[in-house]
Structure formats: structure tokens, C-alpha cells
């Protein structure tokens, strides 16, 4: 497509569950991030993926979150027994070689 | 994790006014960004500087590279009530193959029409 896409757009859970978020790239970049964004924050670096390389996850904030990215396109960004701090919208981002990112419009996610 | 110091952290002015905010790092940067922000949107990529000491102009948007790789600023002139929303900077390091940004933590706009 022509943009990220991310879905869902929004997601209310409860404490407890398991939540999977997707991100669809634009075809071709190489580069893709999934950011947190909390409300009224800054952007929360969680995880990076750069080809074939291993993925940086420095930034994911504990072992209940992981992610993947299949085939080098699609991402899932995976949250194991939410908890209400999990609460914020994740943003995921591409990016090709030579300029900066773009942005899907996130997911919403509300533990409850 | 490491974040660059933005500021202001809001503003509000009155419409057909000019508008500054700059970012400011400890570190060298090789790659200087501008993104706005919209609510319920991802982050709009807005100015991207390549080079120390470059100025680059986007309509009523200019942005500088400081002459240190140290700092960006951005400034809109006669501020539109569209122009609300907030405003990130990024810097890039671009080391290796590495090129995850570090973020400020924002400059949230306020329009009075």
C-alpha cells in the first residue's frame, strides 16, 4: 500500500490477556520500529528491525513483550497478560535506506 | 533511553505569529528530523537535515542543522490554526547499519484564531 498500516486501530483488553498488534510496512523499506506512546508523551523506542539482520530490542520493557517481523515485511507485535500500564498507542514505523520514517496511525490499546 | 532535550514543551499563541522551538543533545548527530503530529495520527515527517549547519525551508517551515551537530531548530512563521498539534524533533546516528532515531519529547502547539 501506499502507507503503514496498522491494525487494529484500536484494542481494549483485559488484564491478563494476550494482545497482538500488526503492522504492514510500505512495500520496500527495509527498516521497521515499533514505537509506545503514552498519552501526552514522547515516543518510546520498543524495537527495531533492519533486513535480515537481528532485530535491536533493547527498548522492549519487559519478556512479556516480543515481536516479529515475517518474511521481511510484516510485523506482529506481541503482549503477553496485558497489564494496565500497557495502556498507550503503539505507532510502528518504516523507513527505506536514505530517509526518515513513516508512520502508520497506531493502535489504541486499553487494558482494562 | 536516550532522549534530546526539546523545548518549549507548549505553546500557545495567536494566529499570524511566528513560532521557534529547538532541540538540544549531548551527542553528534549525523541526521536531524522534524515530525508533527496530529491527534490520532502517527508523526508526519516534516524537515529532514543532512548536513552541519544546513537551513532548509518547507513553505512557512524552516529548520537549521546546528553548525555542532549538537542542536536543530524550527520555526514556522505566521502561525495557521492548522499549524496545531505537537511537534517532535529526531536526531539519527546512522551508526553502522544502525538508524533508530532518538527522540524529544515534544513541543505541543496551541492556535488562537
Known amino acids: 500500500g501506499a502507507g503503514v498500516s496498522q491494525s487494529p486501530s484500536n484494542k481494549v483488553t483485559e488484564k491478563g490477556k494476550d494482545v497482538e498488534l500488526r503492522c504492514d510496512p510500505i512495500?520496500?523499506?527495509?527498516?521497521l520500529y515499533w514505537y509506545r506512546q503514552s498519552l501526552g508523551q514522547g515516543l518510546e523506542f520498543l524495537i527495531y528491525?533492519?533486513?535480515?539482520?537481528?532485530?535491536?530490542k533493547s527498548g522492549l520493557p519487559s519478556d512479556r513483550f516480543s515481536a516479529e517481523r515475517t518474511g521481511g515485511s510484516v510485523s506482529t507485535l506481541t503482549i503477553q497478560r496485558t497489564q494496565q500500564e500497557d495502556s498507550a498507542v503503539y505507532l510502528c514505523a518504516s523507513s527505506s535506506l536514505f530517509y526518515g520514517y513513516t508512520f502508520g496511525s497506531g493502535t489504541r490499546l486499553t487494558v482494562v | 533511553g536516550q532522549q534530546l532535550n526539546q523545548s518549549p514543551q507548549s505553546m500557545f499563541i495567536q494566529e499570524g505569529e511566528d513560532v521557534s522551538m529547538n532541540c538540544t543533545s549531548s551527542s553528534i548527530f549525523n541526521t536531524w528530523l522534524w515530525y508533527k503530529q496530529d491527534p490520532g495520527e502517527g508523526p508526519v515527517l516534516l524537515i529532514a537535515?543532512?548536513?552541519a549547519g544546513e537551513l532548509t525551508s518547507n513553505g512557512r517551515l524552516t529548520a537549521q542543522f546546528g553548525i555542532t551537530r549538537k542542536d536543530s531548530f524550527l520555526n514556522i512563521s505566521a502561525s495557521i490554526p492548522s499549524d496545531v498539534g505537537i511537534y517532535f524533533c529526531?536526531?539519527?546516528?546512522?551508526?553502522?547499519?544502525?538508524?533508530?532515531?532518538?527522540w524529544g519529547l515534544g513541543t505541543s502547539l496551541a492556535v488562537n484564531p
Open positions: 512495500s520496500g523499506h527495509t527498516a
Open positions: 537535515l543532512y548536513k
Open positions: 529526531a536526531g539519527q546516528l546512522n551508526a553502522g547499519n544502525n538508524r533508530k532515531l532518538i
Open positions: 528491525f533492519q533486513g535480515n539482520s537481528a532485530p535491536d
